[in-house]
């Protein structure tokens, strides 16, 4: 069990990584939106899920569903609020062709 | 009490109490979850403070529609359906995850950002949060902006962009079987600021 919740983990803790590098290297505010998604979706759910397999079916495990499932519902609403704002106040995207 | 009286004048759609309720039920479980004691006395006090809450909250819960004719009672959705959506979403986000993963890893970094506009006329709003969620959820797109049924999105790739489909995509199916809104009858503008 502690080695599938440890695959588990790992496997999270690289999309985490993977994250990191993207923030670093795309290009302008709304790619690295793009990044900081993987982070705060599947390498946050592989991490609860290695979590939750180490401990068992307890009241924490539930416990820790719940965050995962709050997480799922406000990620986005921050990722479009930060998003918006950004579009709102007129910071252009930047593309290709305007390279 | 103003919202009240507009409650009155409008049709609702969804039934109260059914939401009452259900929302009392899932305050009671959550409260149960998190304290983990079975005592007589916490329990009675955690349905109360339930109950409380799904009352106090009622007239919060009602949303005007798109078109602001009539309200709709938010926790009135199909339930199992909305499950079972989420299930299918959550296989979609793995499959983008591991994309996007590809795209950042790729030396060449082989990114073509993109404002991807579209129309998707629904009436409820829980409809409208529910696809600007998936949307955002799904890594290579981000719900910019929406305004009324006119969507902004950011898309990173291509591919990403693609799978959109002008609003035509499957999430957008989905999402429109989910709450009983009927399919847009043309008009749909597709622009892309490349």
């Known amino acids: 069990m502690e080695i599938i919740a440890g695959i588990f983990l790992i496997a999270g803790l690289f999309l985490l990584f993977v994250a990191a590098i993207g923030i670093l290297r795309l290009p302008d505010f709304y790619s690295r939106l793009h990044a900081s998604g993987l982070s705060e979706t599947l390498g946050m759910v592989l991490c609860f899920i290695g979590l939750i397999i180490y401990e068992g079916f307890t009241f924490t495990s539930v416990k820790l569903l719940i965050i995962a499932l709050f997480f799922f519902l406000a990620n986005p609403i921050g990722t479009h609020v930060i998003s918006r704002a950004a579009y709102r106040s007129g910071l252009k995207p930047w593309t290709r062709k305007g390279d | ?194």
């Open chain 2, 1 to 194: 009490m103003m919202k009240n009286n507009l409650a009155m004048t409008k049709n609702v759609k969804g039934s109260e109490t059914k939401q009452f309720i259900v929302l009392s039920a899932v305050l009671f479980l959550l409260w149960v979850l998190l304290s983990g004691k079975m005592e007589a006395k916490l329990l009675g006090m955690g349905l109360a403070a339930s109950l409380f809450s799904a009352w106090i909250t009622m007239s919060l819960l009602r949303i005007p529609s798109v078109d602001r004719k009539s309200v709709y009672v938010a926790f009135d959705f199909p339930y199992v359906k909305y499950i079972v959506y989420w299930f299918w979403l959550f296989k979609e986000i793995v499959k983008a995850n591991i994309d996007i993963a590809k795209v950042v890893l790729n030396p060449k970094l082989p990114i073509n950002p993109q404002i991807v506009t579209f129309r998707r006329p629904m009436d409820n709003p829980l409809a409208h949060v529910t696809l600007a969620n998936s949307i955002t959820l799904t890594p290579g797109t981000v719900t910019v902006d929406v305004e009324g049924d006119l969507y902004v999105i950011h898309a990173l790739t291509d591919g990403a962009a693609e799978g959109l489909e002008g609003g035509e995509g499957e999430m957008m199916k989905r999402v429109c079987a989910l709450f009983n809104e009927e399919a847009p009858k043309g008009e749909e503008a597709k622009e892309n600021h490349g």
